[in-house]
Each structure stands twice: as structure tokens, then as C-alpha cells.
T-cell receptor, first 115, second 113 residues
Framework: KAGVTQTPRYLIKTRGQQVTLSCSPISGHRSVSWYQQTPGQGLQFLFEYFSETQRNKGNFPGRFSGRQFSNSRSEMNVSTLELGDSALYLC??????????????FGPGTRLLVL | QQQVKQSPQSLIVQKGGISIINCAYENTAFDYFPWYQQFPGKGPALLIAIRPDVSEKKEGRFTISFNKSAKQFSLHIMDSQPGDSATYFCAASMLNYGQNFVFGPGTRLSVLP
């Protein structure tokens, strides 16, 4: 089975711009979660989508948004970029159903640099 | 209450030694505790996980010890190898609450040859 893929792998943007990151989950997985990883704050949960609906949300401002498509692929959008948004953005997928929902598989991440 | 504390921040172990990483949580609603291993340039990978109805779980050289009353859990890596050099994260979540994981800050493990 192919793993979780994220595109692009690297991105450079300037303050005020917006960015869209993409995540393709493992085939058959319906849950996609997004995390932000920084040296200072570690891994922080952004949100989770399951069957095209946001199921959980972390404590991030509304500039961070996401969506999920019918094929379970997910996109994350960050508007009005700030320097502090520079981070590794990780996507994780899982079956999302009870019994095995806890097994998350992470992608390699998209490294975003905001100048 | 949502925090997961992790120590040490970094750890240096000789090859063949035992690596021990500790985590503590406050939210008693957490009922699933995974450990992730992350190599540079890669996403975290699930290593081993435990639920609070078990006090210990072993998979190969990796063992999780869980102390529910103390709200602590730890990862033991037996016979540590240079290939184990990575950053380790403990995490906690509530099953039936979706994939909302709280991660510890991480421990950078270096195993010397």
C-alpha cells in the first residue's frame, strides 16, 4: 500500500500571502489530521477531517482552514501568512472507525518557510 | 490539563544500553498512549501504543510501562542501537474522540556506537 503523500514538500512564501497544502491519505483511510511541528512548540494538532466533515479542531486561529474531498484527500489553507507560520506541516491518516481509529500514519510533511 | 510532559529533552546512550523516556499527563480522560519515532526529514512513525487497562506492553526491544495512578508512562528501549537514534514523542488521546492527539515535546536520542 502506498503511504501518506503530501505536496509540495517544500514551500517558500512571503508574509501576507496564502498557501494551500495537499495530503493524500492511505487508500481506504477516511480520517485525515493535520499537525504543525515547530522546534519551539513541538507537534500541535490543527484539525481532523472524517468523511468530508471537520470532526476535531485544535487551538489555531481562523487563518488556518481545511477541507476534505469525497476521495478522502485533504487540503489545508493558511491565509495572511505570518513569520511564525514557518513550520513543518504534517498530515496523518487513519481508518477513522472505532477499533482501529487510533493508528495514525504520518506523511513526510510540507516544510513551509515564510519570509 | 491537555498537556503531556516528557523527559529528558535529550538522551545519550551507549550501544547495547537501555534508553528510558518518561511522560506524564494530567487529563484522566486520556485512554490511549502511543509512542512515535521520527527521523530527520521524515514524519513520525507509530512505534508502540498502550491503553490504560494494561500496565506493560512489549514489542521486540521496545516496552511501554504504564502507571495509571501516577498518570505516567515510559518507553524503554532495550539493547539500544545506533539505528535507534531519532526523536521520540509520547502522545495521548481519547478514543472515540477522533484523531486529536496531544504530543509531548520530544526526546532526542543518540545511541553511540
Amino acid at each position: 500500500k502506498a503511504g501518506v503523500t503530501q505536496t509540495p514538500r517544500y514551500l517558500i512564501k512571503t508574509r501576507g500571502q496564502q498557501v494551500t497544502l495537499s495530503c493524500s491519505p492511505i487508500s481506504g483511510h477516511r480520517s485525515v489530521s493535520w499537525y504543525q511541528q515547530t522546534p519551539g512548540q513541538g507537534l500541535q494538532f490543527l484539525f481532523e477531517y472524517f468523511s468530508e466533515t471537520q470532526r476535531n479542531k485544535g487551538n489555531f486561529p481562523g487563518r488556518f482552514s481545511g477541507r476534505q474531498f469525497s476521495n478522502s484527500r485533504s487540503e489545508m489553507n493558511v491565509s495572511t501568512l505570518e513569520l511564525g507560520d514557518s513550520a513543518l506541516y504534517l498530515c496523518a491518516s487513519s481508518l477513522g472507525t472505532s477499533g482501529d481509529q487510533e493508528t495514525q500514519y504520518f506523511g513526510p510533511g510540507t516544510r513551509l518557510l515564510v519570509l | 490539563q491537555q498537556q503531556v510532559k516528557q523527559s529528558p529533552q535529550s538522551l545519550i546512550v551507549q550501544k547495547g544500553g537501555i534508553s528510558i523516556i518518561n511522560c506524564a499527563y494530567e487529563n484522566t480522560a486520556f485512554d490511549y498512549f502511543p509512542w512515535y519515532q521520527q527521523f530527520p526529514g521524515k514524519g513520525p512513525a507509530l512505534l508502540i501504543a498502550i491503553r490504560p487497562d494494561v500496565s506493560e506492553k512489549k514489542e521486540g526491544r521496545f516496552t511501554i510501562s504504564f502507571n495509571k495512578s501516577a498518570k505516567q508512562f515510559s518507553l524503554h528501549i532495550m539493547d539500544s542501537q545506533p539505528g535507534d537514534s531519532a526523536t521520540y514523542f509520547c502522545a495521548a488521546s481519547m478514543l472515540n474522540y477522533g484523531q486529536n492527539f496531544v504530543f509531548g515535546p520530544g526526546t532526542r536520542l543518540s545511541v553511540l556506537p
